[in-house]
């Protein structure tokens, strides 16, 4: 120990050099809390008094602290030559990392920067009531430009550390081009989707979308660069790759939901043994019915007009009843839907409303219902379509109609006990 300090007090170059290197870096820290309190406390006053958004995004607090942080490196690079002494390799060396600590902190600064620009999208979107709705999330952008950023800032400084021009290393890369396209080959391919996504306007955040073959079936909560998030109904999250959104086809609900209605198509599936012609005392009690009376006093003179002229042209002929014209219970029924529909205060009258038989099956005659609900909630549409159901099913036994049911066990037992206790009379 004696003889370093006997040392160090025979080369005072070596001590002017080494207390040259301190006075550096307690210049350099000290200029940072400088820096510190200019931005902090001075920019302070600015933020508040000014409400543009793009000063909330520029002298955001994670970006003043990371700026603050380039200080130090930029004093070392201006006065480390000014430090006595100093051989010009060890020069040569710090003013090399210190441009790579530079570099660093302006990297950092950036991604910030980008950070905070990605924050007041969102906040902006969600002070506008559009979030949940109908937003175009930036965040694969975001997330694209950091990676350019790394990349950027990784060979600037690998250039600064080994003392060459970053063109150098640039050429390299383009040899090495092929190696790169299979590294980034996913990147590559979200990178694009994603833009073919946007700029079509294929999907949002909180769009609901159908992916069967992904097992995905709810409301997208999340687009990134790479992956695209479901919340399903279940709650449970599916991640979905980008670019698999554009190679492979996928159900968007929007057009629903900014439509406002949301479509019922649904049957009544009736037995084909209680369709009949109705009575005169069936008609005149389905009368009292005020949706029905519209459409049974046109039918009527309708129909009194068709057997008027039928009389007169088949004359006695006419007055067999398979040569007249007449009433059906199931003609009658579905006009009836049709009015109920019509005059239902949550069916929106604006879209399309039908009620059609069609073809009859095994399985008795589907009644199909063709209509919209005038709201596109999940709960309330499926009230909506369970509180016209229920209503239509009660009215079956006013126009003497049945609903088709497969036959159980216990009906075929019922069937057989009967048949059994005919026999044995």
């Not at 905070?116 to 175009?136: D, K």
């Not at 049974?296 to 068709?306: V, Y």
């Not at 239509?392 to 006990?417: I, N, V």
């Amino acid at each position: 120990m004696k003889l370093e300090i006997a040392y160090l007090t025979e080369q005072p170059e070596a001590i002017q050099a080494i207390a040259g290197l301190v006075l550096m870096v307690l210049l350099a820290y000290g200029a940072r809390l400088v820096v510190h309190w200019i931005l902090l406390h001075g920019f302070s006053r600015w933020i508040e008094a000014m409400q543009a958004r793009w000063t909330r995004v520029v002298l955001h607090r994670n970006v003043l602290n990371r700026l603050e942080k380039v200080t130090p490196s930029l004093v070392v690079q201006m006065s480390v030559a000014a430090i006595p002494y100093l051989p010009a390799a060890a020069v040569s060396i710090i003013r090399n990392v210190a441009v790579a600590v530079t570099v660093l902190q302006i990297v950092r600064v950036l991604m910030a920067f980008l950070d905070a620009l990605h924050e007041e999208h969102e906040e902006y979107e969600r002070s506008a009531g559009t979030l949940a709705a109908s937003t175009r999330s930036i965040k694969s952008h975001i997330q694209l430009a950091k990676l350019g950023l790394m990349l950027l800032g990784g060979i600037v400084i690998i250039a600064a550390l080994i003392d060459r021009s970053p063109l150098i290393l640039l050429s390299g890369l383009g040899a090495m081009s092929a190696v790169l396209m299979l590294v980034f080959k996913d990147t590559l391919l979200s990178f694009t989707a994603g833009l073919q996504l946007a700029s079509n306007d294929m999907l949002r955040v909180g769009d609901w979308i159908e992916m069967p073959q992904l097992g995905a079936d709810g409301d997208v909560i999340d687009i990134a660069l790479h992956t695209v998030k479901v919340q399903n109904w279940d709650k449970t999250i599916t991640t979905i790759p980008t670019w698999r959104l554009m190679s492979e086809s996928f159900r968007n609900w929007r057009g629903m939901s900014e439509s406002g209605g949301r479509r019922i198509k649904r049957v009544i599936r009736l037995d084909a043994g209680s369709v009949c012609f109705l009575k005169p005392e069936d008609v005149e009690r389905l009368q009292h019915i005020a949706l029905l009376r519209p459409y049974l006093e046109q039918k009527l003179q309708e129909l009194d007009g068709a057997n008027s002229a039928a009389s007169r042209t088949l004359g006695d002929l006419a007055k067999a009843p398979a040569n007249q014209r007449r009433l059906t219970n199931l003609g009658t029924f579905r006009a009836y839907i049709h009015a109920y529909l019509r005059q239902h205060p949550k069916i929106h009258q604006g879209m399309t409303l039908m009620v059609r038989a069609m073809e009859p099956s095994s399985e008795g005659i589907p009644m199909e219902l063709y209509c919209f609900t005038a709201s596109t909630a999940w709960i309330e549409y499926e009230g909506i379509q369970s509180d016209i159901f229920d209503h239509l099913l009660a009215m079956l036994p006013e126009f003497d109609l049945r609903l088709y049911q497969k036959p159980t066990g216990q009906d075929l037992t019922t069937g057989l006990q009967l048949r059994q206790g005919l026999n044995q009379d």
